[in-house]
């Protein structure tokens, strides 16, 4: 159980980073908190050439507020949003969600960002922020790009960073104030990953209604228009049901072969969630 | 090979380590610091939690050279700890261990939950405990010790420890400099690689010598 062995450096701007990554041509790994990647070096299942030290450089862990959203740094930590160290008013979602990731000792390292890139399909960041229409900011030490999350991530453990790039921030727009979330996982201890999730967010003002469907095979499933499950958008207080023979044809096209009422129990859960706020 | 220093139990320690080295084995291998155990290597069992700069981390899938500059706190550097000396002494008298393997790691998160959480009820220790496995005990011992002290911590038996401003960022990553709270910076002079471990051994044999000659006494 250790990893084979590989270089090490410690990048202190953007582009240094950036130029490590790109002369490894794509051998190399950046790091932050290692909670994700440490796992996968000692299991040989990830075998870089190098790993590129992230957390000195500033911009990563920095913050932005501003009256479209929030963009979080990707060195920022789960248990930076689960304290409410970086927070948005509109998404206490955000706190709930990191609470439920992992373990306190992993999440005071590990990162949003490394959750991302990790792409597990059965993590929490990935359902969550892909609901919440989030996007990834993109860096190539000099340029930067903003790709839709859902688009960021290409299939199970894969995202389209070429080498020379990396994940500099998520920017995460700013709901309605009346805006709803929820998020839901089945697992069968509390901060495992999850065999199953959903996530929800029904924002009446904005007409927006959206439902993911997580620990897929590959890629979230994203519901864009989620009355396509529902039928109608959903009013607060009143009862909602999902139409379950419409959500069965989702999973079935998307080719999801863990059992459909696992995922179809998530996400009524998520939406139960809610729609109980 | 890398230099890597940081700061162990308080004392500043300088070593040469290949960067697969996790800091568990920099520990228990180069240090001697045989109390952070190992099990799963791969963040799920908890038996390697220990403190970076005061906060519960995995040692296991935490490398070494990402701790430059960091305070690491082991469970052999928490012996004269107000919340671990009430932690230990509930720990024996609800029988919170049998083999005592997972001990040390439950011991750290049990003093995070005791420090952060003093209004925790069962079922809320019970989910900060969801990261760490006994296989003896059934946690109902472990969860009525915390409980325990909790209750110390909540009548005022026990002085409440004040939870230090954080930076944002993975903890340890203190070389990023300080971005919150102020980074102490230990005066003193590192020591050189080997003789934390040295120290330590020097320690056991003379506290085995001083338990043998007192039990020559009797």
């Known amino acids: 159980m250790k990893p084979t062995n590989f270089e090490f450096a410690r990048a202190t701007d953007l582009a240094e980073a950036a130029t490590i990554l790109r002369q490894a041509a794509g051998s190399a790994r950046a790091v932050a908190g290692g909670q994700s990647l440490g796992p996968m070096l000692n299991l040989r299942l990830a075998q870089p050439s190098i790993l590129v030290d992230i957390t000195a450089i500033p911009e990563l862990t920095h913050i932005e507020e501003d009256a479209g959203g929030v963009t979080v740094g990707a060195c920022v930590t789960t248990s930076d949003i689960e304290d409410g160290r970086v927070r948005m008013e509109e998404l206490p979602i955000l706190a709930t969600v990191a609470g439920g990731v992992g373990y306190r000792a992993v999440r005071n390292r590990g990162t949003i960002g490394g959750s991302i890139c990790h792409a597990d399909p059965a993590g929490d960041w990935l359902p969550t922020l892909c609901a919440l229409a989030a996007e990834c900011i993109v860096t190539d030490g000099r340029r930067s790009r903003r790709v839709p999350i859902d688009q960021f991530v290409t299939g199970a453990f894969e995202v389209m960073l070429e080498p020379g790039e990396l994940l500099q921030a998520i920017r995460i727009p700013r709901p309605s104030r009346t805006a709803r979330c929820g998020y839901y996982k089945v697992c069968r201890k509390a901060g495992e990953f999850a065999l199953a999730s959903g996530a929800i967010l029904l924002d009446g003002e904005r007409d927006r209604f959206r439902a993911v469907i997580g620990a897929t095979q590959g890629r979230p499933v994203v519901v864009d228009d989620a009355r396509a499950i529902w039928g109608e958008m959903p009013q607060p207080g009143a009862a909602v049901r999902l139409d379950e023979s419409a959500a069965n044809d989702l999973l079935q096209r998307a080719g999801l072969t863990t059992p459909a009422r696992l995922h179809i129990t998530a996400l009524a859960r998520a939406a139960a969630q809610a729609m109980a706020q | ?218």
Request: with cysteine; proline share 6%; glycine share 10%.
């Open chain 2, 1 to 218: 090979m890398k230099p890597v220093g940081l700061t162990v139990n308080a004392i500043p320690v300088m070593e040469t380590v290949e960067p697969r080295m996790h800091l568990a084995d920099l520990l228990r291998e180069r240090l001697g610091l045989t109390g952070t155990h190992l099990r799963c290597e791969q963040g799920a069992c908890g038996a390697c939690t220990l403190l970076i700069d005061g906060q519960p981390a995995r040692s296991c899938i935490t490398y070494a050279v990402l701790c430059e500059g960091a305070q690491i706190t082991t469970i052999e550097g928490l012996e004269n700890d107000p919340v671990m000396i009430a932690l230990r002494r509930a720990f024996m008298a609800e029988h919170g261990l049998q083999c005592g393997f997972c001990t040390p790691g439950m011991l750290i998160t049990a003093r995070d939950i005791v420090t952060r959480l003093p209004d925790a009820d069962e079922r809320r220790v019970r989910l900060e405990l969801s990261g760490n496995l006994c296989r003896c005990t059934g946690y109902v011992g472990i969860v009525r010790a915390i409980r325990r002290v909790l209750e110390e911590r909540r009548a005022g038996a026990l002085a409440a420890s004040a939870v230090a401003p954080r930076g944002l960022g993975p903890v340890g990553s203190r070389h990023a400099g300080p971005p919150g709270g102020e980074v102490s910076v230990s005066t003193a002079a590192p020591i050189p690689a080997g003789s934390l471990h040295r120290a330590v051994m020097v320690a056991r044999v003379k506290k085995t010598f001083t338990r043998l000659l007192g039990k020559l006494r009797r």
